[in-house]
């Protein structure tokens, strides 16, 4: 015999969070990265000790704020399409100004410079090209590559002493591998996502 008592009801699904608005902490903490770069250019060009160690100070302060930013936006909901264009420019600024900077100082070879703004500069348009076919995720070669590149470029920032000059120079040539390597795996994935979107 069956029961006449009700089953029970299906709560009906919760509504999606609203998107997050474009004024938010994480954006903020962008553009301060962005307003910092004149600032860490002038310091890092007086070019004496003290003028170094603020250009650091500076450089290290943009710095921690991609890694805040990020966090922010993700455990807050506080990803916008200003932020996923945004964050990637201001890291590149960030890192860019500083190579071009040291080239101009003489303490870092153009060439070497030129190689990384290159793959940086050249797979950022890449993603915008094969964004029809899907999104190229980023790897952790990539996060390796930047997390590199800032290491290396905050110690050619510092005046070290002759004997730990090796160190910076070690740490950029390992930067600079990885970033060209990243760059030909990056070719490769928007090779064959074009590739199995076309059906190929």
Same mark, same amino acid.
Request: proline share 8%; glycine share 8%; no cysteine.
């Given at each position: 015999?069956?029961?006449?008592?009700?089953?029970?009801?299906?709560?009906?699904? #919760?509504?999606?969070?609203?998107?997050?608005?474009?004024?938010?902490?994480?954006?903020?903490?962008?553009?301060?990265?962005?307003?910092?770069?004149?600032?860490?250019?002038?310091?890092?060009?007086?070019?004496?000790?003290?003028?170094?160690?603020?250009?650091?100070?500076?450089?290290?302060?943009? #710095?921690?704020?991609?890694?805040?930013?990020?966090?922010?936006?993700?455990?807050?909901?506080?990803?916008?399409?200003?932020?996923?264009?945004?964050?990637?420019?201001?890291?590149?600024?960030?890192?860019?100004?500083?190579?071009?900077?040291? #080239?101009?100082?003489?303490?870092?070879?153009?060439?070497?410079?030129?190689?990384?703004?290159?793959?940086?500069?050249?797979?950022?348009?890449?993603?915008?090209?094969?964004?029809?076919?899907?999104?190229?995720?980023? #790897?952790?070669?990539?996060?390796?590559?930047?997390?590199?590149?800032?290491?290396?470029?905050?110690?050619?920032?510092?005046?070290?002493?002759?004997?730990?000059?090796?160190?910076?120079?070690?740490?950029?040539?390992?930067?600079?591998?990885?970033?060209?390597?990243?760059?030909?795996?990056?070719?490769?994935?928007?090779?064959?996502?074009?590739?199995?979107?076309?059906?190929?």
């Amino acid at each position: 015999m069956t029961s006449g008592a009700p089953g029970p009801v299906a709560e009906p699904p #919760s509504p999606p969070p609203p998107p997050a608005s474009v004024y938010n902490i994480a954006n903020l903490l962008t553009m301060v990265r962005i307003l910092l770069v004149p600032l860490f250019v002038w310091l890092l060009l007086k070019d004496t000790t003290a003028w170094r160690l603020g250009a650091f100070a500076v450089f290290a302060a943009a #710095s921690v704020t991609d890694k805040i930013d990020g966090d922010l936006a993700r455990k807050r909901n506080l990803v916008t399409d200003f932020g996923k264009i945004a964050d990637p420019i201001a890291d590149k600024a960030l890192t860019g100004a500083a190579l071009v900077a040291l #080239s101009v100082l003489g303490q870092l070879w153009w060439w070497v410079t030129i190689a990384i703004l290159v793959r940086e500069i050249g797979i950022t348009l890449l993603r915008f090209v094969v964004i029809r076919y899907g999104v190229i995720p980023a #790897s952790k070669g990539g996060k390796l590559k930047t997390t590199l590149q800032i290491l290396a470029i905050g110690l050619y920032v510092l005046p070290l002493p002759g004997f730990l000059q090796p160190v910076a120079w070690v740490t950029m040539a390992a930067a600079l591998i990885v970033t060209v390597v990243t760059g030909v795996d990056y070719l490769f994935h928007a090779w064959r996502l074009r590739r199995s979107a076309l059906g190929r």
